[in-house]
């Protein structure tokens, strides 16, 4: 009787095995800076995140310079460690600049298995060129695409 209680709770572990799922290889997140003001009704979250976007910047022309869209990349292969250099592409266009793509990237060494870059288009590239319209980050290792995530106008 016991083995055979054994063997329903290796199916039931099994089972959630199976559910589980796997890690996104790439996750991104934006945020936008669009004003100065500092808002007293709004989400807190938000506010914090301005707050620490414009630390530092004591005089409007400061704070302008960093006024427009922060990327975060957040990027996990454990799988392919020490398989070869890991590069994060992040590619935009943005609204003065119409079809041209803009592109910039970050290198990890070959031991990383994951990380965070940030990539930034503010200061004379955000108000010179317009807003971002649509971007795709691209992770790589060893030359080989692992995984890609697109904004929806991404064409």
Sequence with gaps: MAGVNRWYLLVLL?????????????????FKLKDQKDEVIGDPMIRCEKQRRLHGAVSVAERNARLGAYYTILWNDPRGLGS????VLFEYQQGATASEVKRMA????????????????????FLKHG???AWR????RGGRNLATKTSLLWQ
């Design 14 to 30: 099994l089972g959630f095995g199976a559910c589980a799922g796997q890690n996104d290889l790439l996750e991104v997140k934006l």
């Design 84 to 87: 070869g250099e890991v590069e």
């Design 106 to 125: 970050k290198r990890f060494g070959s031991t990383e298995s994951s990380g965070k870059v940030e990539f930034a288009i503010i200061g004379d590239d």
């Design 131 to 133: 807003r971002v319209l």
């Design 137 to 140: 980050a691209t992770l790589s």
